[in-house]
């Protein structure tokens, strides 16, 4: 039993390669790069071993706001707290956040290993030479090819990273897959549809924060009811996620309905809703309770009694 750190650049596959692994839509996924926020712990849990995967914000070198050097800040946390570190990377040559990625894992003195994905992308013979050079840059203890989309390579991968991790009792029951509520799910499921709904500016500025999470106690006809807020930082962002007559935000609804009855196996009343916040992702308070939005020490929003 141990621990793993996913770490690499943006829309990498980091997410994605922790679902699979999982076989469960844990972490959300987009199109777009730095869907991923916080860093989210998935658990794998086999009949002879537990891995905790902790899949972290991709690594920016020139973060531009508190949001980003708290992504920043989430991803090299990982590394130093994890048993391996498993960095992944495309196959093409090593740019400045694998450089960065790697001087991090030197400092931290800890074992790692080079997962390269998206080879269904690419030429078999292009992989040689980007071995070579991260064999030139770092002793892997072992450098994996892989297709996280296809699931190329994720057995042996899987393999490697159990066979280089300590043994010890498992932390976690058998049946769970993170440490975070289902609370902090919706709201990422939520935030899932704004990056696949609206262009490149609009979901970044965007965060979510679950106001109400009921379960069923006869009303609503046994429906789970979930409140949630949008924030943005501008009026104009606001106007542009409500769309005319509502019918925007009703699309988000109605996608990320779909998708929390999935997750939740149960049917929900989800009331989604949007508020401007000014340089919220410059505010340590409101980032403090997004990063802790479904543990128990945060429920309430910052400055509610």
């Known amino acids: 039993?141990?621990?793993?750190?996913?770490?690499?650049?943006?829309?990498?596959?980091?997410?994605?390669?922790?679902?699979?692994?999982?076989?469960?839509?844990?972490?959300?996924?987009?199109?777009?790069?730095?869907?991923?926020?916080?860093?989210?712990?998935?658990?794998?849990?086999?009949?002879?071993?537990?891995?905790?995967?902790?899949?972290?914000?991709?690594l920016m070198v020139r973060p531009k706001d508190s949001l980003d050097r708290r992504m920043r800040t989430h991803a090299r946390d990982a590394i130093e707290e994890a048993d391996l570190v498993l960095l992944i990377v495309e196959p093409f040559a090593p740019g400045a956040v694998e450089e960065e990625c790697i001087q991090s894992i030197k400092a931290s003195e800890k074992t790692?290993?080079?997962?390269?994905?998206?080879?269904?992308?690419?030429?078999?013979?292009i992989l040689l030479p980007v071995i070579e050079r991260y064999n030139s840059m770092f002793p892997f203890t072992h450098i994996v090819p892989i297709s996280a989309k296809t699931s190329e390579g994720l057995s042996l991968l899987e393999t490697l990273i159990v066979s280089c991790l300590p043994r010890g009792k498992r932390m976690y029951p058998l049946d769970d897959v993170t440490d975070r509520s289902e609370r902090f799910l919706v709201g990422e499921l939520v935030r899932q549809q704004l990056y696949f709904l609206y262009g490149q500016e609009i979901p970044y500025d965007t965060g979510v924060w679950v106001e109400t999470f009921k379960d069923p106690d006869g009303g609503d006809k046994g429906k789970t009811v979930i409140e949630a807020t949008i924030l943005v930082e501008k009026i104009s962002q606001r106007q542009i996620l409500v769309g005319s007559n509502g019918n925007a935000l009703k699309k988000v609804g109605i996608n990320a309905r779909k998708e929390i009855e999935t997750l939740l196996q149960r049917p929900v009343y989800l009331d989604l809703w949007v508020q401007v916040q000014s340089n919220w992702r410059k505010d340590q308070k409101v980032l403090d309770a997004l990063d802790e939005q479904g543990f128990a020490s945060s429920e309430v929003w910052p400055g509610e009694n």
Do not use: C, W
């Not at 844990?26 to 199109?31: E, F, H, K, N, Y």
């Not at 777009?32 to 916080?38: L, M, V």
């Open 112 to 125: 790692a290993i080079l997962a390269i994905n998206k080879i269904d992308q690419t030429k078999k013979e």
């Open 1 to 58: 039993m141990g621990s793993v750190a996913l770490v690499g650049r943006p829309n990498v596959g980091k997410s994605t390669l922790m679902n699979k692994l999982l076989d469960f839509n844990l972490s959300i996924t987009s199109p777009k790069p730095q869907t991923s926020r916080h860093r989210l712990l998935g658990i794998l849990t086999k009949s002879n071993y537990q891995v905790l995967f902790s899949d972290t914000p991709g």
